[in-house]
């Protein structure tokens, strides 16, 4: 890559200081806050849209929904991570030169993505309804992208609570445009195109918040480009696997199950999508520093990755505790009694989410590491042992089938990169003290669903039991406890 290696300004001083790691939990924190508050909002949406358009309607939308998922995995090229990563370690004139880079290689790559999108919706027989909305949504998605690409600085500064602001009016403004329509009685082509306005509104909020902080190079030449896309390709193909076959599972459902099925398998698939985000936001923000770590200290990156591995741990446990147990009334909720099918596919569907935590932490590890190639080839077999298992299950069990396939594929996934880590560092092998406390609190915690009493509170009360032991046990990482503490204090 072009540019000094030499970090400069506060930048610096943020990522190389000593308690950069509390820093990055307490805006890993407010993060979490903001995206849980954005999915409240997206929650209390959801019932109006799987209502509005039906089992078969709300399956179409989701699988358009996917393809345009695909598509922006596959537009986003991995650039966000190269980005935050040498902006990290580059000084103020290599940063000019690679925001350049990373803004003209997301206009070319996000408009060849939406093509694609509407492409595939041709190919695969779409309604002329569904095409159109494919093809507006992929307007929305060049919108996104640029702007996505444009809080690069933010998150190599840790300034998580502006990421949060703009994540939460993203999401709000998603929302509030699904009820609008739903009142209106639109057609699914206006709910796929609600991303245009919505992404005209936070880019402009965007470039406000970077006022006087977004510095681009009068030009950037071939040699910026081919190697800013060099090192993201390297990583997208090391990244998209993942994201990609959770959204690609509802595709293939929709090819080899019937339209009941699909409807089912993407009700469950649409919680599953509210929270990936909130995978990638706690690991993303530790990128940050696991990059400059990597590049400067090997005993601070050690110890890092090792509190981002126990708190993916104590995380990822506690969505699969409350989706198991809560799938019900969660899918109640969002579909009513007509989506009932959905429910044993989200208890499967739950391990899944909790394996997918952890191969996220060692994911962003092997890439601050720059070792894309280990984390690609853990993740290509993972993404093949869950289509094979979705090409045997999901033509006889349908939803369920499905749900199964992408959950031991999540689990093979997990298991994969954590050895791929250790083959490539095998000093970084993490230490497993946390789990049998983990287990036991999840084993423990579990136990209130035998009492029989309404789903919600049993979910409430296997939460606090669930942590109360971790806490009692020592199992609360101390990293944690510390960022806390020194927020009471107002530090």
Same mark, same amino acid.
């Given at each position: 890559?072009?540019?000094?290696?030499? /970090?400069?300004?506060a930048?610096? &001083?943020?990522?190389? !200081?000593?308690? !950069?790691?509390?820093?990055?939990?307490? +805006?890993?924190?407010?993060? /979490?806050?903001g995206?849980?508050?954005?999915?409240?909002?997206?929650?209390?949406?959801?019932? =109006?849209?799987?209502? *509005?358009?039906g089992?078969?309607?709300?399956?179409?939308?989701?699988?358009?929904?996917? #393809?345009?998922?695909?598509?922006?995995?596959?537009?986003?090229?991995?650039?966000?991570?190269?980005?935050?990563?040498?902006?990290?370690?580059?000084?103020d004139?290599?940063?000019?030169?690679?925001?350049?880079?990373?803004?003209?290689?997301?206009?070319?790559? /996000?408009?060849?993505?939406?093509?694609?999108a509407?492409?595939?919706?041709?190919?695969?027989?779409?309604?002329?309804?569904?095409v159109?909305?494919?093809?507006?949504?992929?307007?929305?998605?060049?919108?996104q992208?640029?702007?996505?690409?444009?809080?690069?600085?933010?998150?190599?500064?840790?300034?998580?609570?502006?990421?949060?602001?703009?994540?939460?009016?993203?999401?709000?403004?998603?929302?509030?445009?699904?009820?609008?329509l739903?009142?209106?009685?639109?057609?699914?082509?206006?709910?796929? @195109?609600? &991303?245009?306005?919505?992404?005209?509104?936070?880019?402009?909020?965007?470039?406000?918040?970077?006022?006087? *902080?977004?510095?681009?190079?009068?030009?950037?030449?071939?040699?910026?480009?081919?190697?800013?896309?060099?090192d993201? =390709?390297?990583?997208?193909?090391?990244?998209?696997?993942?994201?990609?076959?959770?959204?690609? &599972?509802?595709?293939?459902?929709?090819?080899?199950?019937?339209?009941?099925?699909?409807?089912?398998?993407?009700?469950?698939?649409?919680?599953?999508?509210?929270?990936?985000?909130?995978?990638?936001?706690?690991?993303?923000?530790?990128?940050?520093?696991?990059?400059?770590?990597? *590049?400067?200290?090997?005993?601070?990156?050690?110890?890092?990755?090792?509190?981002?591995?126990?708190?993916?741990?104590?995380i990822?446990?506690?969505?699969?505790?409350?989706?198991?147990?809560?799938a019900?009334?969660?899918?109640? =909720?969002?579909?009513? &009694?007509?989506?009932?099918?959905?429910?044993?596919?989200?208890?499967?569907?739950?391990?899944?989410?909790?394996? /997918?935590?952890?191969?996220?932490?060692?994911?962003?590890?092997?890439?601050? #590491?720059?070792?894309?190639?280990?984390?690609?080839?853990?993740?290509?077999?993972?993404?093949?042992?869950?289509v094979?298992?979705?090409?045997?299950?999901?033509?006889?069990?349908?939803?369920?089938?499905?749900?199964?396939?992408?959950?031991?594929?999540?689990?093979?996934?997990?298991?994969?990169?954590?050895?791929?880590?250790?083959?490539?560092?095998?000093?970084?092998?993490?230490?497993?003290?946390?789990?049998?406390?983990?287990?036991?609190?999840?084993?423990?915690?579990?136990?209130?669903?035998?009492?029989?009493i309404?789903?919600?509170?049993?979910?409430?009360? @296997?939460?606090?039991?669930y942590?109360?032991?971790? !806490?009692?046990?020592?199992?609360?990482?101390?990293?944690?406890?510390?960022? =806390?503490?020194?927020?009471?204090? +107002?530090?």
């Open positions: 890559m072009t540019g000094s290696d030499d /970090s400069t300004g930048e610096r &001083s943020v990522l190389d !200081a000593p308690d !950069a790691g509390q820093k990055v939990i307490r +805006g890993a924190a407010v993060r /979490s806050l995206f849980a508050g954005g999915r409240i909002l997206t929650l209390l949406s959801a019932p =109006f849209l799987l209502r *509005h358009l089992v078969v309607g709300f399956g179409g939308f989701a699988a358009v929904q996917s #393809m345009i998922g695909v598509a922006a995995l596959a537009s986003e090229g991995g650039l966000t991570a190269v980005g935050v990563r040498e902006y990290s370690v580059r000084d004139r290599g940063r000019a030169s690679l925001m350049r880079a990373i803004l003209t290689l997301r206009l070319g790559l /996000s408009l060849l993505g939406a093509l694609a509407v492409a595939l919706a041709l190919a695969a027989g779409y309604s002329t309804a569904l159109a909305g494919a093809a507006l949504a992929g307007v929305g998605l060049v919108l992208l640029l702007q996505q690409g444009l809080t690069v600085p933010l998150a190599a500064q840790l300034r998580f609570g502006a990421i949060a602001a703009l994540d939460f009016i993203r999401q709000a403004l998603t929302a509030s445009g699904v009820v609008i739903v009142a209106l009685g639109a057609s699914v082509t206006a709910f796929l @195109a609600i &991303s245009i306005p919505v992404g005209i509104i936070v880019g402009m909020v965007t470039l406000i918040a970077l006022r006087g *902080h977004l510095v681009l190079s009068a030009g950037t030449g071939r040699s910026e480009l081919s190697a800013v896309a060099r993201a =390709f390297a990583v997208v193909g090391a990244t998209i696997l993942g994201s990609l076959f959770y959204r690609l &599972s509802v595709v293939l459902t929709s090819l080899l199950s019937t339209e009941a099925e699909t409807g089912y398998f993407a009700a469950s698939q649409r919680v599953i999508e509210m929270l990936l985000p909130f995978i990638s936001l706690v690991n993303s923000a530790t990128f940050p520093v696991l990059s400059r770590a990597a *590049h400067t200290s090997f005993d601070r990156l050690a110890y890092g990755l090792q509190q981002v591995f126990d708190v993916n741990l104590v990822g446990g506690w969505t699969g505790l409350v989706l198991l147990l809560g019900e009334p969660i899918i109640r =909720f969002l579909g009513g &009694s007509e989506f009932d099918g959905a429910i044993p596919a989200l208890q499967l569907l739950a391990v899944g989410i909790a394996a /997918s935590f952890v191969s996220a932490g060692w994911g962003t590890a092997l890439i601050a #590491m720059r070792e894309q190639r280990a984390l690609f080839l853990a993740t290509a077999f993972g993404a093949a042992v869950g094979a298992l979705l090409a045997v299950l999901t033509p006889n069990e349908g939803a369920q089938g499905a749900a199964l396939a992408v959950a031991i594929g999540e689990v093979v996934r997990a298991l994969a990169t954590g050895l791929a880590l250790v083959r490539v560092r095998p000093e970084l092998r993490p230490r497993l003290t946390l789990v049998p406390k983990l287990v036991v609190a999840l084993g423990l915690a579990g136990l209130v669903a035998l009492t029989g309404n789903a919600v509170v049993v979910c409430v009360l @296997a939460s606090g039991i942590f109360g032991l971790l !806490a009692v046990t020592g199992g609360l990482p101390p990293e944690v406890w510390g960022a =806390f503490r020194a927020l009471g204090r +107002g530090r």
